[in-house]
T-cell receptor
Framework: EDQVTQSPEALRLQEGESSSLNCSYTVSGLRGLFWYRQDPGKGPEFLFTLYSAGEEKEKERLKATLTKKESFLHITAPKPEDSATYLCAVCSWGKLQFGAGTQVVVTP | DTEVTQTPKHLVMGMTNKKSLKCEQHMGHRAMYWYKQKAKKPPELMFVYSYEKLSINESVPSRFSPECPNSSLLNLHLHALQPEDSALYLC???????????????FGPGTRLTVL
């Protein structure tokens, strides 16, 4: 059965304190791994797509990497506006399967 | 234009009411989706439309009825809902790739539904 597991569930960071979020997956027929950011009461905002092991994508303070079994979202020198829930999802057999998310709080 | 719009933003309805949620995109995407999201949980897929045809129904109760009138619009008709159906309803769209797989999905802001 396909599974997507994110860790940690919650992360509290000081402004400027870099960290990484993990997304491990077991799926058959992987057709992409996606990272989203979601603010409370809003729709998920697309961040990155990764298709193959070794691939990396960057956007501002965020960098996503992919191996055959997991993906990492690195947050470098975070700011309070990076506070959000970060969701990873895998596309398998035409469907997006989401992990439970990591809630990130960045304090000044 | 990378925007998916949803109306209304908020909806309160009784269990005997009939209402509809609307979603629109102008990105030329040919796949559209409905998701349900409860508080502190990830989105759960409800329906997928590909080229205006229903391709996936995740065993959703018949009190939820989707409709795709054209390639830009997606509706979700609601009838005889239960209080436990209260949630954030999200619409998304994506390109359709070769081999019936899908590209990244872009989400709308959602409709916050409360069933009394």
């Amino acid at each position: 059965e396909d599974q997507v597991t994110q860790s940690p569930e919650a992360l509290r960071l000081q402004e400027g304190e870099s960290s990484s979020l993990n997304c491990s997956y077991t799926v058959s027929g992987l057709r992409g791994l996606f990272w989203y950011r979601q603010d409370p009461g809003k729709g998920p905002e697309f961040l990155f797509t990764l298709y193959s092991a070794g691939e990396e994508k960057e956007k501002e303070r965020l960098k996503a990497t992919l191996t055959k079994k997991e993906s990492f979202l690195h947050i470098t020198a975070p700011k309070p506006e990076d506070s959000a829930t970060y969701l990873c999802a895998v596309c398998s057999w035409g469907k997006l399967q989401f992990g439970a998310g990591t809630q990130v709080v960045v304090t000044p | 234009d990378t925007e998916v719009t949803q109306t209304p933003k908020h909806l309160v309805m009784g269990m005997t009411n009939k209402k509809s949620l609307k979603c629109e995109q102008h990105m030329g995407h040919r796949a559209m989706y409905w998701y349900k999201q409860k508080a502190k949980k990830p989105p759960e897929l409800m329906f997928v439309y590909s080229y205006e045809k229903l391709s996936i129904n995740e065993s959703v109760p018949s009190r939820f009825s989707p409709e795709c009138p054209n390639s830009s619009l997606l509706n979700l008709h609601l009838h005889a809902l239960q209080p436990e159906d209260s949630a954030l309803y999200l619409c998304a769209s994506s390109q359709v790739l070769a081999g019936s797989s899908y590209n990244e999905q872009f989400f709308g802001p959602g409709t916050r539904l409360t069933v009394l």
